[in-house]
């Protein structure tokens, strides 16, 4: 069975900073998807980031990168100038190719100070 | 862009209620989830339906029961709402996997509270 583990549950930063989460995952499959999900407050989660395991380029969406190592089975998630408005519950996902359903990290819940 | 609904955002019930919550989606997905949401446990998979009609249990069906009349809707069912049923529910959809690699799509959730 799959798991994805985030050791951080809870992080804070000052704006304009760059904050790296962490996120690790236990698979034996070799095509798969990795996620990660931003859930501001009060608000609908949205998708961030994705990364399919095939590709070794690291995905990049303008100030979010991720470092995906798979050797390593590690997926982090880079924010660069932090901003107020990138408050959130981060969630990093993971989900088997040609399989519907994502397995869900605890979540790491991430401030950012003014 | 896909839209997801949820009924409520906030719901109040007793215990031993049969409760409903619906969830409406309009970008024609043929997957749809039940999830709820608690502090320190992430996102937990209740039932899944990848079709009308069908349905698959997921990590935690015990006490509920969904329904899946129409392509767009999914409603999960409390039969005898519990305290322990309070939570944050989320429903997501998407494509079939064989057909498109796209991701989940997330209604706004809805907090239950069941006194």
């Known amino acids: 069975a799959q798991t994805v583990t985030q050791s951080q549950p809870e992080m804070s930063v000052q704006e304009a900073e760059t904050v790296t989460l962490s996120c690790t995952y236990d698979?034996?499959?070799?095509?798969?998807?990795l996620f990660w999900y931003k859930q501001p407050p009060s608000r609908q989660m949205i998708l961030v980031i994705r990364q399919e395991a095939y590709k070794q380029q690291n995905a990049t969406e303008n100030r979010f990168s991720v470092n995906f190592q798979k050797a390593a089975k590690s997926f982090s998630l880079k924010i660069s100038d932090s901003q107020l408005g990138d408050t959130a519950m981060y969630f990093c996902a993971f989900m088997k190719r040609r399989d519907d359903k994502i397995i869900f990290g605890k979540g790491t819940r991430l401030h950012i100070l003014p | 862009d896909v839209k997801v609904t949820q009924s409520s955002r906030y719901l109040v019930k007793r215990t031993g209620e049969k409760v409903f919550l619906e969830c409406v989606q309009d970008?024609?997905?043929?997957?749809m989830f039940w999830y709820r949401q608690d502090p320190g446990l992430g996102l937990r998979l209740i039932y899944f339906s990848y079709d009308v009609k069908m349905k698959e249990k997921g990590d935690i069906p015990e006490g509920y029961s969904v329904s899946r009349e129409k392509k767009e809707r999914f409603s999960l069912i409390l039969e005898s709402a519990s305290t322990n049923q309070t939570s944050m529910y989320l429903c997501?959809?998407?494509?079939?996997?064989?057909?498109?690699?796209?991701?989940?799509?997330f209604g706004p959730g809805t907090r239950l509270t069941v006194l």
């Open positions: 970008m024609d997905h043929e997957n």
């Open positions: 997501a959809s998407s494509f079939n996997s064989e057909l498109s690699t796209d991701t989940q799509y």
């Open positions: 698979t034996s499959e070799s095509n798969y998807y």
